[in-house]
């Protein structure tokens, strides 16, 4: 490939029918301001990303919209139909009443007309009038999964969501949400990383036509709610050597081989490059023997609590 050749994204087909490019640009970050969200995602779209994730809590909706308006004025993607744009309805807004608005001011954020793709982003819900990051105990009430999705099945006949789906969802939750959806969840965006490879959730979710998104795909190094077991694994290492790849490279193409989509986030060019360059390699049997004796560990345990809610969110699942 040469140096200016944009390396190719393959898409998947959604349940919903829709195609979804495998590699996601993440904008999740502590520190979001928009010139750098902007700056990064024009960047993004130049490398070669069609896939943006947002949410309204990432304080990164509008300057990814304004991001997307410049990119369409540079002439650097004719139509925003060549984007897919993915957002997220906060704890705060998860009430059946609230998925609507919270949807069109996700939108106005954006400065679009639809969605590619609305998520529940946890099955929690908050009081309407406390919008924060970490809640308390009582700051939270009882959540609603069947008055929520019915909102949600709303938006997409509406037209403002091609597509619906979740977040943080276990095999129980998405069960039970099966269990009435009249659309069902397009996908299941979770923790999934090379230590924390979560097999039972991604055979339920392939049996069940659910596409799943790993979120933090390199284990989320140098963020407060990840670790940096991934990139600092000696084992990944090795392989990536053995590739002349890098650790993130590794670790991105195993998810690539898993049939499943991810959203990675780097703010960094050659880091947003190089997260796209990794589909000239393969893993061998011999990576995959090393890669399932990686100590596996779930990082992210209470989500958006600031206390103990592992049983409520994951049902003792692993
Ligand atoms: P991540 O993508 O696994 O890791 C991000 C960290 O890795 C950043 O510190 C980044 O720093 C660094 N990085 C990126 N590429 C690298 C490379 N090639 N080499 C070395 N370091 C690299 O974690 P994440 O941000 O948690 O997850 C990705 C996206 O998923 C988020 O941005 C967000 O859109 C979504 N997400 C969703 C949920 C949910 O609940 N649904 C939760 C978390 C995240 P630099 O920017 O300095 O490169």
């Given at each position: 490939m040469s140096s200016t050749t944009k390396p190719a994204v393959p898409n998947v087909v959604l349940q919903s029918s829709f195609n979804m490019p495998v590699i996601g640009f993440g904008t999740a970050s502590e520190t979001n301001d928009g010139d750098t969200v902007k700056a990064a995602a024009i960047e993004a779209i130049k490398l070669g990303y069609r896939h943006f994730d947002t949410a309204s809590c990432y304080?990164?909706?509008q300057a990814l919209g304004e991001a997307i308006a410049e990119a369409l004025k540079l002439g650097l993607i004719s139509s925003r139909n060549e984007l897919f744009v993915t957002s997220k309805l906060w704890l705060s807004d998860n009430h059946p009443h609230l998925v609507l608005p919270a949807l069109q001011k996700s939108l106005q954020n954006l400065g679009l007309e639809y969605?590619?793709?609305?998520?529940?982003h946890f099955p929690m819900s908050a009081k309407p009038e406390i919008r924060k990051f970490f809640y308390k105990e009582d700051e939270l009430v009882p959540f609603d999964l069947k008055g929520v999705w019915a909102s949600m099945e709303q938006c997409h006949n509406l037209g403002l969501a091609k597509s619906i789906g979740v977040s943080n969802f276990s095999t129980k939750k998405l069960q039970d949400l099966l269990s009435f959806a009249t659309i069902p969840p397009a996908v299941n965006q979770v923790e999934l990383n090379l230590s924390w490879q979560q097999r039972n959730?991604?055979?339920?979710c392939k049996a069940?036509?659910?596409?799943v998104t790993a979120y933090s795909p390199l284990g989320a190094n140098g963020t407060s709610w990840g670790s940096n077991d991934v990139m600092d694994s000696e084992v990944l290492k090795q392989i990536a050597h053995v590739h002349g790849k890098t650790i993130a490279q590794?670790?991105?193409r195993w998810l690539y081989e898993q049939g499943v989509t991810f959203a990675v986030k780097s703010y960094n060019k050659e880091?947003?490059?190089?997260?796209?360059?990794?589909?000239d390699f393969s893993l061998t049997n011999d990576d995959y023997q090393?890669?399932?004796q990686i100590k596996q560990e779930?990082?992210?345990?209470?989500?958006?609590?600031g206390f103990d809610v592992a049983d409520l969110l994951w049902d003792g699942e692993n």
């Open positions: 304080g990164s909706e969605l590619d793709l609305y998520l529940v959730l991604r055979e339920y069940k036509g659910i596409m590794v670790s991105l880091r947003m490059k190089q997260n796209l360059e990794i589909f090393k890669i399932n779930r990082k992210v345990k209470n989500g958006p609590a």
